[in-house]
């Protein structure tokens, strides 16, 4: 494997050095999941607290999705190892593919919760629920496996241990008293 393979990337899109996509994710991750089984409840009790519930999972879950995307797509479209993997662009069309049929399932339920949810909202909210497993498997193989993201650069890296080495050590800083 070549040096500039093994080397960690750097996210793009960034606050105080953390990447903003991985922060964001575990919301739709929740929401939208979340929404089948609110449908499934609904379908098991007839209450309609748990159509309502789906409802406002699938909004929250695509609000959050759409923002999540939003700085995905700057390290997709600014990382060139993200585009040069096949994981990265399962993870950014089936995410895309996710978000659509999100919006879909939400607009069907938009006048009324319980209209459409059987069979076809159901379905909608399964289908989107695996997309999600297969694209966060995705996402997790490029940032653990190809270096996305996450790693920072080796100097980087190499400081950030010494420092913790400093300090589990019991070793003083330069500076401190």
């Avoid at 960690?8 to 089984?37: C, D, E, K, Q, R």
């Avoid at 399932?105 to 695996?130: H, Q």
Wanted: charged share 15%; hydrophobic share 50%; no cysteine.
């Amino acid at each position: 494997m070549s040096d500039e393979m093994t080397q960690g990337v750097t996210s793009t899109a960034a606050l105080g050095g953390h990447p903003i996509h991985p922060m964001l994710i575990p919301f739709p991750i929740a929401f939208l999941p979340g929404a089948l089984a609110t449908d499934l409840a609904y379908r098991y009790t007839a209450d309609v607290f748990w159509a309502r519930a789906s409802f406002w999972l699938l909004a929250a879950g695509l609000a959050t999705g759409v923002l999540a995307a939003f700085f995905g797509l700057i390290d997709f479209w600014t990382i060139r190892r993200a585009r040069s993997r096949l994981a990265g662009w399962v993870h950014f069309l089936g995410n895309g593919v996710a978000l659509g049929l999100a919006a879909w399932n939400l607009v069907l339920r938009w006048d009324e919760p319980t209209t459409s949810l059987f069979p076809l909202g159901v379905a909608l909210s399964a289908a989107t629920a695996v997309l999600l497993v297969v694209t966060g498997w995705a996402g997790g193989e490029l940032s653990y496996r190809h270096k996305i993201g996450v790693v920072g650069h080796d100097r980087e890296r190499e400081t950030a241990h010494a420092a913790v080495a400093d300090v589990v050590g019991g070793a003083r800083h330069p500076g401190s008293r």
